[in-house]
């Protein structure tokens, strides 16, 4: 039979580990057995498991505090990377104090909105592994790692970050109190396995289609022959960038992007061959001007025979994709004063304005760089 149910963060003495088994642990091993976000201090506890009397103890180097910093640039997200962990030097002995904070102001930016140097697909992957994890050790033997409030903060920032993917989310409890309530009407009273599967369906599809995602292809790449073809393809990669990280998290912006990267690549294939435009010319205007500078304008294929009638096809295709990322751009991109927003955009719109606009610049750029293209004769 599993023990009898607890406040949601309270441990019992049976977590505990034996004397003997703790024994074996230095102080600063022992942060792990103590409730967050409790301040203890370790070698005090490292005493009382043990019986030990006092050791000699390692100083910190530093006496000012230690912080994890917070990342600067995009960066894969664990479970712990939700907790701040700060590590001071206090009292006469030098020993070693240690917080435990869980980044309830982290959160509520996530709940809000996109966050800068955060990526969704990340941060959702660790709150929901960390919800997962909480919510299966409160249902089984113990050792949640947050307090109510913070899961309820958590499951608010992982629905929100999830609404921004696309991807649903339904967790039928909002923290560990109503969790207990959902198993004892749901014939989990007494049955850890009934709870295990309870959490197993509440999180489980929604991590393996985070995973999923991890793996995709990004949603759009130029190959590195195309960008050798440029004297300096900085603004290139730098509408890469900007695609790969907010194809998923802003869809709309990325669908911006994708058309000023087709504009990017028509305005510098020109200047590589030392085709003069005008700068306030429109796409379709531009990506004509660039085709024919590279002689890939399907009016300039003659269709003699079977192969450059398909090759026209393709060409005159490929000339109609920059078109329609164009079009979509006007519908539903960021860079209008609009009276409403277009909800319907969602990540595998954005995938596909991506793609066509790549597609487009590869072609162009290694044609460029190609020193037997037919342009080059």
């Known amino acids: 039979m599993p023990p009898p149910h607890r406040r949601a963060g309270q441990y019992r003495r049976s977590t505990r580990?034996?004397?003997a088994a703790a024994s074996a642990l230095p102080p600063s091993n022992l942060v792990g057995l103590c409730p967050a976000p409790a301040r203890l201090r370790a070698e005090q506890v490292w005493r009382c498991l043990t019986g030990a009397r006092a050791a000699t103890p390692t100083r910190v180097s530093s006496s000012e505090p230690r912080v994890a910093p917070c990342p600067t640039e995009s960066v894969s997200m664990t479970p712990d990377n939700l907790f701040e962990t700060t590590t001071t030097t206090a009292g006469f002995d030098g020993w070693p104090t240690v917080d435990s904070r869980f980044k309830t102001d982290l959160l509520e930016q996530l709940r809000r909105g996109p966050v800068d140097a955060v990526n969704d697909v990340d941060v959702a992957e660790a709150l929901a592994l960390l919800?997962?994890?909480?919510?299966?050790?409160?249902?089984?033997?113990?050792?949640?790692?947050?307090?109510d409030a913070d899961a309820r903060l958590s499951l608010r920032a992982l629905r929100a970050t999830?609404?921004?993917?696309?991807?649903?989310?339904?967790?039928?409890?909002?923290?560990?109190?109503?969790?207990?309530?959902?198993?004892?009407?749901h014939d989990g009273y007494g049955s850890w396995a009934a709870r295990r599967q309870m959490v197993g369906e509440a999180f489980e599809p929604l991590l393996q289609r985070l995973y999923q995602m991890q793996e995709q292809v990004p949603a759009g790449t130029v190959v590195a022959p195309a960008l050798n073809a440029l004297t300096d393809p900085a603004v290139i990669t730098e509408h890469l960038k900007r695609l790969a990280a907010s194809v998923d998290t802003d869809p709309r912006l990325a669908v911006s992007v994708a058309k000023d990267l087709v504009e990017s690549t028509a305005k510098l294939v020109l200047?590589?061959?030392?085709?003069?435009?005008?700068p306030k010319d429109d796409l379709p205007a531009l990506v004509a001007q660039a085709q024919q500078a590279l002689r890939l304008h399907a009016a300039g294929v003659a269709d003699t025979t079977e192969e450059a009638k398909a090759l026209k096809t393709i060409l005159g295709s490929l000339s109609r994709l920059t078109q329609?990322?164009?079009?979509?751009?006007?519908?539903?991109?960021?860079?209008?004063?609009?009276?409403?927003?277009?909800?319907?955009?969602?990540?595998?719109?954005?995938?596909?304005?991506?793609?066509?606009?790549?597609?487009?610049?590869?072609?162009?750029?290694?044609?460029?760089?190609?020193?037997?293209a037919p342009w080059r004769t």
Not at 165 to 174: D, F, K, M, T
Not at 272 to 278: D, L, M, Q, S, T
Not at 336 to 359: F, I, K, N, Y
């Open 271 to 278: 200047r590589e061959r030392g085709v003069e435009y005008n």
């Open 324 to 372: 329609g990322v164009t079009e979509l751009r006007n519908q539903v991109g960021v860079g209008h004063g609009r009276d409403s927003v277009p909800g319907w955009v969602r990540p595998r719109h954005a995938r596909l304005a991506a793609g066509a606009a790549t597609t487009w610049c590869n072609l162009m750029l290694e044609t460029l760089g190609d020193p037997e």
């Open 162 to 185: 999830c609404a921004r993917l696309g991807l649903a989310i339904e967790v039928p409890w909002q923290d560990f109190t109503s969790f207990r309530s959902y198993w004892l009407a």
């Open 131 to 147: 919800l997962h994890s909480d919510f299966m050790a409160f249902g089984t033997g113990g050792g949640e790692r947050l307090t």
């Open 17 to 19: 580990r034996s004397p």
